[in-house]
């Protein structure tokens, strides 16, 4: 079967395409990534998940205006063209857009070619927004573009159209099916890691003997991702005489901003350090010296019907987590007994938690469970195979259409949806 994976940035990098073009590629299928190009990287590059499509620069426009010109909304004919284009070129039998901002273009190329798409819905687009649009931290461009009520009224349409969704997790499940989608087109894909990520760390963390608490953060530096909350828990911290640090490795709109305040309350470096973007796989590698993985995001609607990475990513590494009480990350980490949870916007009730967290036994404790948790349930081979079957009953049937009947897949499975 031959996909075309819609992703509205550039490429390299992000974990879900990645991961999903490798379960594909890995399952003998064909894919074929659209992606941006505003670093001016090579039109057309194979790789080993899939052969990359980029958006070309116009040699006629400058630097600024060329960026603006790859702008993912699902109006742009730039976007259009070039999906189509792949489609064509390659004969796909069936596309995968990721999240909302092209999903109408890529439903519009589809039904014109006349092949299944699938919605990969890793956010909660409007409500992300609507997260920018409160904590007053919009561009002017998102005035124009961004608006979160005409998002929420394009996924409506979106999801109501579309052949399937994909969702990260439960509560984004049962938000489209308070939207009207039926449950036979939802399936649950999460951010999990592969099972072969237990390999980088020890089984066993030893607890050691340092009184210092060093918490770590992996991700990006924005007002709901709750930051400010976690700095403000930091000089708590100091204040109480508990001897915390933290590492940041992100970056961010924001980040320069959350420097600052760090140095106004006291907890600029080395107690609070900011490493900026460092490398996934090197982030991930590091988090066996640190005793705490911490998800600060505001438990608002965005963050109470998404996933991040990190929780998985933290339990792998067999870290205790300490998370807000948005709903995904809280319900995880209270059934599988690997953390403590806040309430969000609390820093003196994270202050709390870490203080239950002192004793390194039990960290220790709280951290096999995150392992054994991953081992068991929350990996990325059950969640492949979801995505897997999904694809391929969807697609199948468009494959065996351009054969003109002709030939069936070697195997056949059932939608599992959850």
Known sequence: MIVCHVWDAEYPWDVRVEKVC???????????????????????EPLVEATVHRL?????????????????AFFNPRWIGLMRRTVRRTGAQLIICRDLPLAPAALGVARAVGIPILL????????????????GRQRPMDWLVRSPRAAAAVERWVVQRVDHVL?????????LLALGVSGDRITVVS????????NLYTESRVPGNSRTLRLVYIGLLEAPRGIGVLLEAVAECRRRGLDAQVDVYGTGREQREFVTRAGRLGVGPPIVT????VPYDRALRELDRFDIGVIPHVAD?????????????FMAAGLPVISSDAQPAARIVRSTRCGEVFRGSDPVDLVRALERLRDPQ?????????????????????????LIDVAETLGWPAQRAHLGGRGQPSRFHRVVSQ
């Open 22 to 44: 490798h379960a594909l590629t890995d399952r003998g299928h064909d894919v074929h990534l659209v992606a941006r190009n505003r670093d001016g990287r090579v039109a057309e």
């Open 56 to 72: 070309t620069r116009l040699a006629w426009l400058p630097d600024r205006l060329n960026s603006w010109s790859m702008f993912p």
């Open 120 to 135: 990969d819905m890793a956010e909660n687009y409007p409500a992300m927004l609507r997260a920018v649009w409160e904590a």
């Open 167 to 175: 969702v990260v997790v439960e509560e984004s499940r049962e938000r």
């Open 191 to 198: 951010n999990t890691p592969s099972l072969s990520r237990l």
């Open 274 to 277: 900011f490493h900026g973007f």
């Open 301 to 313: 609607e965005s963050w109470n019907t998404t996933i991040p990475n990190k929780l998985f990513d």
């Open 362 to 386: 039990h960290r220790a404790a709280l951290g096999a469970a995150g392992r054994r948790a991953v081992a068991q349930q929350y990996h990325w081979e059950l969640d492949a195979q979801r």
